[in-house]
Structures are given as structure tokens and as C-alpha cells.
């Protein structure tokens, strides 16, 4: 019960055992297979294995064995059984049916059982915390944190302990006593490789090159967390600076040490020069030093020193022999290390003197450290931990036995970790790290790898001016890629802690914003992406399944990203805030394989390779034009730009150099002579280049002397980028610094050193030389047609989106949806009209679609902006579902819903009851008609005459009062309305005295031009009288009115004001144009624009007896009934002559 004797006695057969209990009475092991669906059973060493119950079991659960029967829970049937247990196949008993979540089961004695006792039962074994039995007998334990005293019963809390670390476990025992080890709950551990303590925290620290980390918890093993998480780098040892919270740690595979701060969280790389194999690491922080021994490549094993912040690094012993673990005595300030050359352990003081043998003929010490009087260590061969006093190499021990490998060896105790400074307190005002030096009131702050420490010497500044080197992490076979980054031989190189780094093809810098940006290219994706140095704010810059980018530049100033398109042959341009500029070069034929820029002169260099594989430079300006080959070869493989001094590099395959000239082409010369270079920087006054993929040079950038390697035995370099900030330093003063110099697209230097405006490909620079756009060479009525870059034809703009094309590449029809504003509807034959005239049952649109697929069907309801369809049963449900919630509007919405039909059914029912009220309807209009129309003939047998004249302008709207609204007929010009004197009521008119027209006299209201004529009375009584026949196109034939009657009747004798009315005369304006049908829309407005016809001047007037002499109006003729049927606006009463000589 201990955990010791460990022992596997079923490993067939098993799959899932979710309940196990033992039969005390005879001596017996039963469990549950939930997979299986078996309960099973046998001896306690396992044989004798046999079935109980292999039948309807679905799930096993919880089990357990009392009395005679095995209890058992099944979470699927939801039920509590039993069976017997000395019955194989016995019958079942259900105990609890229907009980859901059923999980686990325990049977409990009503009556203890005084018959079983063993060592524990009696005053807890004598123990003072835990008694736990065994089959040799009883023992007692500790809770975590305590030991057992050499009577092996009594706890208590160490005042130190042993800890020690093996491969996927960490462990503590008594320093004093031989008891056995306790492991750490602590899990997921793969592979531990270093292990220190924070004794004041109370917490171990701990690198596992598996898991890429270094993790701590607290000493008790809760509360684990990761400090450090790597990416490549992999830890073989560490220490801890406990007073300035400090990691120090071996990155094997990088070769150097580094060193994290716990609060800040950054890294610095300390020691990198000189370093062969380092294998062991240790610190004096109160004197401030760090110690390593070395495992040199040379075969000359040292042990090596420096400061704590890397400086005044030394050798302090040679040819020694290979040494491993090494540890301080921070009281006699000795430093101690394993010889594994001579099997011994020595020490020396803190600068080498006085080195000694402490104890040797040791079999194989691995592990060591120190503690009070006595030196501690682990022998690989032996498996124990033993120790040997330091003074005089007496009173050596034997700790513990049968330990398999100890990696890490350590010794907790309080006064292990004595000392102070004033990098304990604030970090010592430091930004990231504080490093005592010489005594521990003198100190120093540091900077992470690269960046450099300010003026007041407590903050840091990112680097401004470094080299970037793209490069395959690992072996050839990996897609995994890496940045690293380089200063010169003062600074270490760093590999920047990008995330999602495949396929990486090329790289670049926005010094600016401080992102990197590089091109990924696999079979499968192809993006652009960009993150800051620090791997945080990573994100995916430009990405389409079409785009095949291969190439890629940076313009600061403008904040341009030209990049080219291999499939497409073309150089296009994104701002760095994702904005597409557009196309500004291309060169139908050939393959773009580069391009670079200068950002100072506003050129471009384009490197294309022609069908004949010769290849050129090509010079631009930014916007592409004036495009100029510099440079003329068979094989151009790579180029760069020195902005400095305005001069071109180039890698020539053709004859194996590295060749330069001026941008103008003029001066070339070879620098670098017998070397493929696929890659090309300037990085201050050097031209640094790649060797084949596995190798990076440099030389003087002039003379191409001095040449040096600084990369050798690479997997796979695929670019390279320098990044000079110094050069921007007078950013602001560019022109294209601030709002891109107010240019709407590209802003760059041109020859004349100004500021220019260009646009890309298909645009051109408008007049004002800032803005570009289509229209650039054609007036505003007219539109441009995109036929190339710089040319441009005009057509009218009434020809934009008209439904045919004018333009050749037909770009009068593109986008036509982006024609019409908001507010109007786009027909399908390309005009615009007001989306309120949408699916109202009049056809708008030349090709009807206005009332065709942009209307709901008769299960929808349209919103009010005509924009969507929502299904019926979402309207009026206090969910606003229309984007300006008209289907929760009050009334309107409620009404649309429940008129709308929802059901076939419904539809059919509501149709035929439409079609029978017509019906009925009609009839009866037409029985009142004939009767009305009877009853008027028999009536009016004769005219009334004597009309009275001159009803002025300023009375027709008077006149116009004495109809009621409801009485008035659709249209004024639809009746003739006549004019009786109440006392003579059967004069004949005067055919001399009516002309036809208006007569002129002085007293008359003269019409201004423009303005129909007045009206002329009819001659024939039978049209008066409604007798004839109607004709449109014949102007003698006359119309049938009838409405003469019911004016009569509802006004009691009172004579409605006239309508006007026309004659045939061909002097009159013609009436066809005059349309009924709603205006054109607006792209035809310019020349199907028609204003409703002016309106003609009546007679309208009240008669009396004296004036019935006077002729009546006429009633209408037939050109006046065509413009009734087709003017819907109809026009006011003509004025009549005022005298009565008219």
C-alpha cells in the first residue's frame, strides 16, 4: 500500500475496466469491462481468470463486491444489479430501475468487521501521520513536505532535502536518512535536461528539450506553468539567478548562453564566441559571475568564465580534461566540477588558483552540488548518491541505493541561496536586466539580443540598422523556414521568433512600421505575410488563390508594396494598409523575376527574362513609366540597389560575377568574380551576396575587395535583406512622407528631384496632377474607355451602361451596378430608375425586369426600401428582419402580412371572388348607364344657348369649388360641361357667330405663346347630343360624352364649370408626344426628357337669363379625347372673351 513492489498481473483481454473490488473472504480480484461488456474475476496474482457476466451489460460503471453478490451500476440502462459471485451465469437481480447518472458504487457493512485487522489497526502502527500496510508489514509516511525520522515514524520538516531530477521525473529524499524516494506530482514530463531551485520562492525550475520549455512549480509540485517556451533552441542546462530573477541556460543546438528575465521577459544572448560544446552552467550572483565547462571542438576541454552580463569573458582552466555538472560554494567561493577524464571530482577558487583534487577512483560521477560541509554527487554506475566531506574528504556516505540515472542533482535548503544586491529591489530601475558586477552594490542594465541601451543607461531601443537572412530550419526535407537576424561580430545572431514560417521564398523590411514582410510559396498556398520582430501581431498581408507573387519591394515613404505576379508577368502595387493601387508595369511575352527599388530617386528596377532567355534591368518610375533597360545580359539572376550612392548590383549567370554600374546603366564593372548568387543586399558599405544556398559573403561594396564569409554549411538560404534606417532619417522631410504627397495613387520622386503623382495601369493623372481617373483626357459628359495604360478613348456618358457596348474592350458595361445610386434600381437592360417604382405593376425598365425577378413572389413580403424579401410569417412578429424595419412598422407591415396569401388555396378562393364582384359590378354600371343615357336623350331635346362669357383666370378656381371632390370625373377634359340660363332654355346657336376658336378682340385674355389654343364649340347636334360614332384618327368624327347628365342631376340645376377643350385645327401642336407612360429614365433624360403639355385656357362661367344668348363651349373633339387618354395631367379652363361681340 506503500506504492512499492509494483507489479502487472492482467494485461489481456482489457479494454476499458471501470470498476475493480476485491473479495476479502476469498481471496479474489473482480472487475468490469465496459468495451467488452464482461464482469470478470480472478486470483489476486491474476490466474484463474474467469467469466461472471458476458450478457446485456451496455455499460458497466460503477462495481463493487458484498456478502455474496457483485453490485454493479449500468449508466446506459440507468439501473443498480446484482449477482451472485460464486455462480457463473447465476440469475440477475434488478435493484434500482430508471436512476439516470448513475456513476460509482460502494457496498457498506451495516456492522464493522472485527475479524480483519493488520498492523495499522491498533493506535495508527504507532505512526504519526500515515500508516500504510504492507504484505511484510506496516510502515508509516509523511505528507509532502516531511520526512521520517530515524525511528521511521515520527514527521517532520526537513531543514533540507535532496532533489534530484531522472528522465520524465523529479524526486526528493532525506539527506540524512536512507528512505525512500518521493516523486513530484508533477505530469506531461518527456525529457528533463536541467533542474534548479529558487529556494526563497520555494519553487524548481526545470528545461524539457521535448516539450521545447522551461516550467516551473512549486516544491510541492502544484501549480506548474511555463516560463519559456521555445521554438528551435534546445536547453541542456541551466541556473538560476535568484537575485535579480535571472535564467541562465545552454541552448546546445545554437551553441551559446543566454540569459531570460523572469519579470521583463527578455532574452539576451551572453556568451557566444569561443564556445566549442558547452555542458554545464553555474552562477555566483553575489559576486557576479557565471561559470561553464566546455567541451571544446578542438579537443581541448576548458572551464570558462564572464560577468554576469557576458562581458570579460575568459578561460580559467585548460586542458583539463573533459568536466560535467559544475557548482559554487558560495561560502569558501570555490567552484567545484566533475573530471570525467580521471573519474574524480576537484575545485578551484573563483578565478582557477589553487586547483585540487578533492576525491578521485570514483566509478562514474555525473551529478553534483554542494551543501554545508559536505559535497554530494550521483555515480551512474553504482546508482546512489553518496557524499564526502569537502574539508577533509572524510565521512563519506552513502545517501540512496538503487536510483536509476540522475540527471540533475540539488540540495534544498534556506541558507543555500544567501546574499543580496540592489538588483533585488526594481529590477535595480533597469528596463530588462540588472547585473551585479564585483560586489553587490555595483551594477549595470542590459538590453535584449540587439537592442542597444539608451543614454541614461536604464532603457533600451530596438536596433534601427541590421541584416536579415531567410533560411531553412533543419534538414533539407523541412518546409519549416527561420529569419535570422544580424548586427556585426559585436552582436550575436538571432533567429526571430516568427510563427507559420513555410516555404518562405522571399523577405522584406518596412522600417517605418518595423514589420517584416515575406512571400510563401508552396504547391498549395501562396500569400504575402508580415508580423513584428517579436512574432506577435503576425498576420496574413495579401492572399489569393490567383496571385502568384515571386518577388517583392518596399517603398517607405509612400508606403507602397510593389510586388510581382510570375503567372501574369506583371508589377503590381498595395499599400501597406491593404489597399489595391493597381497594375504599373507589364511586359506582355517575358518573365519578371525581380524588382527592386530607390526610394530617394523614384526609380524601379524590373528584372525580366525574355522567350530567347536573355534578360534585362529594367528602369521605371514608380508609376511604370518611362520604362528604360539599363542592363542587358543572358542570365540576370539577382538584383539590389544601393540608395546611398544611386547604384545598381547585379548577379550575372552568364559569366558567373557580381557585376555593378549607375542606375543609368553607365560604368558597369565586376566586383565579384567565379560566384552563383541567387541573392543581392547593400548593407552599409558592404555588398553582401549568397554562395550557391549554403553560404553568405561580403565585400566592400566599391572595390568589391576585402571579401569575408559570414555564414558557412547552411541547409538552405533563400533570401537575404539589409535594413539601413539611418536613411530615414529625414523621413519627414520627403515630400510623399505625409498623406502620400496629397496623390491619389503613387507619389514619387522624379528626374526634376520633385514631387510626382502617378497612377497605375489603365488611369491617367488628371489636370490638377494629383488625382487620377478614367476622364483623365475626355470632358466631364463624356466617358473614357480604359483601351491601355495612357490611352484613352471618350464616348457621351449616355452611352455608360446603356446595354451596348461602345467602347472596344467594353468597359462601358462593366460595373454598371455601381451606376445608379442607392436610391435607384439597375434594370437589366442597364438604365435607372427610382427604386419606388419597382414592382408596382407598371413597367419601367425597357426590358420589364423592374417588375420580373426584383419583386417577391406572393409568399414574400418586400420591404419598403425594395431591397429584400422576407417570408410573410416574419412580418409583424417583433423581430425587425427588413434592414429599415417596415415589417414591424404599425398597420402598414400587420396589413401587408395578413393580406398576403398563404396557401395556394387562399390564392384560388380570393382570385374567383375578385372575378364575380367585377362581373356583378360591371352590370350594373352598364343597366344605370343605358338608363341615365335614355333619360338624357329624352331631356334635352335642344341645346341650351346664350353661354356666358369671360370667366377670368383669378374665378376658375371658384368655379372649380362648386363640384364636390368625389363628384368630379377623372379627368377634366374627359366632360364638356354646359351652361343654361334658367329661363330660355331651347335657343339654337348662331353657326355665323361661332368660329370655331377664340375670336381676338380687346377685351379678351390673350394666351402667350406656347399655350394651346381655347377651345372651339362643336357644330354638329348629334355630337352635343351623344349620337355618333368615335374615331381616333379621324378628326371630323366626334366624341360620346355622356357625363352631362350627372352634373345636372347631383348640382340640381347649377352648371358645372367648363372643360377645355380643342379643336382639329392643324394649327394646334400635335398631341401624340404627349404620353401617358411615366418619364424615361434618367440615362435617357437627355433626349427622351418630355414635360407634360402646358395647360389650355377655358371658359368657365356661372349663366343667367340676360346672357343666355351666348354661345355654349363645345364639346370635345377628337384630338382633345387623345389627349385624355394620354396626358395625365389634364389642363385648366380656358379664359372666354369678356365682351359679348366675341
Same mark, same amino acid.
Given at each position: ?45 491474476? $490466474? ?55 456513476? @460509482? ?12 485487522? +493488520? ?74 535536461? @536541467? ?212 540527471? +540533475? ?117 501562396? @500569400? ?165 544556398? $549554403? ?68 488611369? +491617367? ?42 467602347? @472596344? ?334
Amino acid at each position: 500500500m506503500d506504492g512499492s513492489m509494483r507489479e502487472v498481473i492482467i494485461d489481456e483481454s482489457l479494454v476499458w475496466p471501470n470498476g475493480i473490488a476485491l473479495d476479502f473472504e476469498y481471496m479474489r480480484l473482480y472487475w468490469a469491462d465496459a468495451k467488452l461488456d464482461k464482469i470478470e474475476r480472478s486470483n489476486l496474482d491474476g $490466474t484463474e481468470r474467469t467469466v461472471i457476466v458476458d450478457s446485456e451489460l451496455p455499460h458497466v460503471f460503477g462495481f463493487d463486491v458484498a456478502g455474496k453478490y457483485i453490485y454493479w451500476t449500468d449508466w446506459q440502462r440507468r439501473t443498480i444489479e446484482r449477482v451472485d459471485k460464486l455462480v457463473p451465469g447465476a440469475p440477475r437481480e434488478l435493484i434500482v430501475d430508471q436512476l439516470p447518472d448513475l456513476m @460509482a458504487i460502494r457496498v457498506l457493512p451495516m456492522k464493522p468487521n472485527s475479524t480483519y485487522t +493488520n498492523g495499522c489497526s491498533g493506535n495508527n502502527g504507532g505512526c504519526s501521520n500515515l500508516c500504510l500496510n504492507t504484505p511484510s508489514g506496516h510502515v508509516c509516511a509523511c505528507p509532502m513536505g516531511q520526512e521520517l525520522l530515524a525511528d521511521n515514524k515520527q514527521c517532520v520538516v526537513p531543514e533540507a532535502f535532496l532533489l534530484f531530477s531522472q528522465s520524465k521525473a523529479i524526486k526528493r529524499t532525506s539527506i540524512k536518512y536512507a528512505h525512500k524516494a518521493t516523486p513530484l506530482p508533477i505530469q506531461h514530463l518527456q525529457n528533463i535536461t @536541467a533542474l534548479d531551485i529558487h529556494v526563497t520562492k520555494e519553487l524548481i525550475y526545470f528545461a524539457d528539450n521535448v516539450n521545447g520549455s522551461i516550467r516551473r512549480a512549486y516544491i510541492n509540485g502544484s501549480s506548474v506553468s511555463t516560463v519559456l517556451q521555445f521554438r528551435k533552441e534546445s536547453p541542456s542546462a541551466m541556473v538560476i539567478d535568484w537575485i535579480s530573477d535571472n535564467i541562465y541556460f545552454i541552448d546546445a543546438s545554437m551553441k551559446l548562453i543566454e540569459v531570460y528575465n523572469i519579470q521583463s521577459k527578455a532574452r539576451k544572448v551572453v556568451v557566444w564566441k569561443d564556445l566549442g560544446d558547452p555542458r554545464s552552467i553555474t552562477v555566483h550572483p553575489v559576486k557576479g559571475y557565471i561559470y561553464w565547462t566546455d567541451w571544446d571542438v578542438d579537443g581541448i576541454p576548458e572551464i570558462g568564465r564572464a560577468n554576469l552580463d557576458g562581458t570579460d569573458q575568459r578561460f580559467i582552466l585548460s586542458d583539463i580534461g573533459r568536466c560535467g555538472s559544475i557548482t559554487v560554494d558560495l561560502d569558501a567561493n570555490r567552484i567545484y566540477w566533475v573530471n570525467y577524464r580521471r573519474n574524480a571530482i576537484q575545485s578551484a577558487g573563483l578565478n582557477g588558483e589553487d586547483m585540487q583534487v578533492m576525491i578521485k577512483n570514483l566509478k562514474s560521477p555525473v551529478s553534483l552540488n554542494i551543501y554545508g560541509n559536505y559535497v554530494y554527487w550521483y555515480d551512474s554506475t553504482d546508482q546512489n548518491i553518496q557524499r564526502v566531506s569537502k574539508i577533509d574528504q572524510s565521512d563519506v556516505a552513502t545517501i540512496q541505493t538503487d536510483i536509476t540515472p540522475v540527471v +540533475n542533482l540539488l540540495v534544498f535548503h534556506k541558507s543555500r541561496q544567501n546574499g543580496s544586491s540592489v538588483c533585488a529591489i526594481n529590477n535595480g530601475g533597469c528596463q530588462y536586466f540588472c547585473f551585479t558586477s564585483g560586489n553587490s552594490q555595483t551594477y549595470s542594465c542590459g538590453c535584449p539580443t540587439h537592442y542597444l541601451l539608451n543614454q541614461d543607461g536604464m532603457t533600451c531601443s530596438a536596433p534601427r540598422n541590421f541584416f536579415l537572412v531567410s533560411e531553412r530550419a533543419g534538414t533539407q526535407s523541412t518546409r519549416d523556414m527561420q529569419v535570422r537576424r544580424l548586427l556585426d561580430n559585436t552582436q550575436p545572431d538571432l533567429v526571430l521568433p516568427l510563427k507559420s514560417m513555410r516555404s518562405v521564398r522571399t523577405i522584406n523590411y518596412d522600417t517605418a512600421d518595423d514589420k517584416i514582410y515575406w512571400i510563401m510559396d508552396s504547391d498549395k498556398y501562396r @500569400a504575402i505575410k508580415r508580423s513584428t520582430v517579436d512574432g506577435s501581431r503576425a498576420e496574413i498581408f495579401l492572399h489569393d488563390s490567383k496571385i502568384y507573387p515571386s518577388s517583392m519591394c518596399i517603398e517607405p515613404y509612400s508606403r507602397l508594396l510593389f510586388w510581382i505576379d510570375s503567372v501574369q508577368g506583371v508589377v503590381n502595387v498595395t499599400t501597406l494598409d491593404k489597399k489595391n493601387v493597381g497594375v504599373v508595369y507589364r511586359n506582355d511575352g517575358n518573365t519578371l523575376t525581380a524588382v527592386a527599388v530607390n526610394p530617394r530617386k523614384g526609380y524601379l528596377f524590373i528584372v525580366a527574362e525574355s522567350k530567347s532567355r536573355s534578360s534585362q534591368v529594367i528602369r521605371t518610375y514608380l508609376d511604370g513609366s518611362s520604362p528604360v533597360a539599363v542592363v542587358t545580359s543572358q542570365s540576370i539572376a539577382a538584383v539590389a540597389v544601393d540608395e546611398q550612392n544611386d547604384w545598381l548590383y547585379f548577379a550575372d549567370h552568364t559569366t558567373s560575377t557580381i557585376k555593378s554600374c549607375s542606375s543609368n546603366g553607365d560604368n558597369i564593372r565586376t566586383l565579384v568574380d567565379k560566384v552563383t548568387s541567387t541573392s543581392l543586399t547593400i548593407y552599409k558599405d558592404k555588398l553582401y551576396y549568397t554562395q550557391g544556398s $549554403t553560404q553568405l559573403f561580403y565585400v566592400d561594396k566599391t572595390s568589391g575587395r576585402n571579401r569575408k564569409q559570414v555564414m558557412r554549411r547552411r541547409t538552405d538560404i533563400t533570401d537575404i535583406h539589409a535594413v539601413n534606417a539611418d536613411f530615414l532619417q529625414n523621413y519627414n522631410r520627403h515630400p510623399c512622407s505625409s498623406n502620400n504627397g496629397d496623390c491619389s495613387h503613387i507619389c514619387f520622386i522624379g528626374s526634376d528631384g520633385t514631387k510626382q503623382c502617378g497612377c497605375p495601369d489603365g488611369l +491617367n493623372l488628371h489636370v490638377n496632377g494629383l488625382s487620377c481617373a478614367p476622364l483623365a483626357t475626355c470632358k466631364s459628359s463624356y466617358f473614357a474607355c480604359s483601351t491601355g495604360h495612357g490611352q484613352v478613348a471618350c464616348i457621351p456618358m449616355e452611352w455608360r451602361c446603356d446595354g451596348s457596348e461602345e467602347c @472596344a474592350d467594353g468597359s462601358d458595361e462593366k460595373d454598371c451596378s455601381q451606376f445608379c445610386t442607392a436610391d435607384e434600381f439597375t434594370c437589366g437592360s442597364g438604365e435607372c430608375i427610382d427604386r419606388k417604382q419597382m414592382c408596382d405593376r407598371v413597367a419601367d425598365c425597357y426590358d420589364s425586369s423592374d417588375e420580373q425577378d426584383s419583386c417577391c413572389r406572393s409568399d414574400k413580403f418586400m420591404c419598403s426600401d425594395k431591397k429584400e424579401c422576407i417570408p410573410v410569417g416574419q412580418v409583424g412578429d417583433n423581430i425587425v428582419d427588413c434592414k429599415d424595419g417596415s415589417d414591424e412598422l404599425t398597420g402598414t407591415a400587420l396589413a401587408a402580412a395578413t393580406s398576403a396569401p398563404t396557401i395556394n388555396t387562399t390564392v384560388g378562393i380570393v382570385v374567383v371572388l375578385c372575378i364575380v364582384f367585377l362581373f356583378i359590378l360591371i352590370v350594373v354600371i352598364f343597366i344605370i348607364w343605358k338608363c341615365r343615357k335614355r333619360a338624357y336623350s329624352l331631356r334635352y331635346l335642344e341645346p341650351v344657348a346664350n353661354a356666358r362669357p369671360g370667366v377670368s383666370f383669378d374665378s376658375l378656381g371658384t368655379a372649380m369649388m362648386d363640384v364636390p371632390a368625389n363628384h368630379m370625373p377623372q379627368s377634366l377634359t374627359e366632360t364638356t360641361v354646359v351652361s343654361a340660363s334658367s329661363t330660355n332654355s331651347a335657343l339654337h346657336y348662331d353657326r355665323n357667330h361661332v368660329t370655331g376658336a377664340s375670336s381676338s378682340s380687346s377685351s379678351m385674355t390673350h394666351l402667350q405663346a406656347g399655350f394651346n389654343p381655347p377651345p372651339s364649340p362643336v357644330t354638329e347636334r348629334s355630337a352635343f347630343l351623344g349620337h355618333g360614332a368615335m374615331d381616333m384618327d379621324d378628326c371630323s368624327s366626334t366624341l360620346v360624352s355622356s357625363a352631362y347628365q350627372t352634373y345636372y342631376k347631383r348640382h340640381h340645376g347649377k352648371v358645372p364649370p367648363t372643360t377645355p377643350m380643342s379643336t382639329c385645327d392643324d394649327s394646334e401642336p400635335s398631341l401624340k408626344n404627349y404620353s401617358m407612360q411615366r418619364p424615361r429614365p434618367k440615362k435617357y433624360k437627355k433626349y427622351h426628357q418630355l414635360n407634360p403639355p402646358p395647360p389650355t385656357p377655358s371658359r368657365s362661367q356661372m349663366c343667367s337669363a340676360d346672357e343666355a344668348s351666348e354661345d355654349p363651349p363645345s364639346p370635345s373633339t377628337v384630338r382633345s379625347f387623345r389627349s385624355t387618354i394620354h396626358n395625365p395631367y389634364p389642363p385648366p379652363p380656358s379664359p372666354e372673351p369678356t365682351s359679348d361681340n366675341s
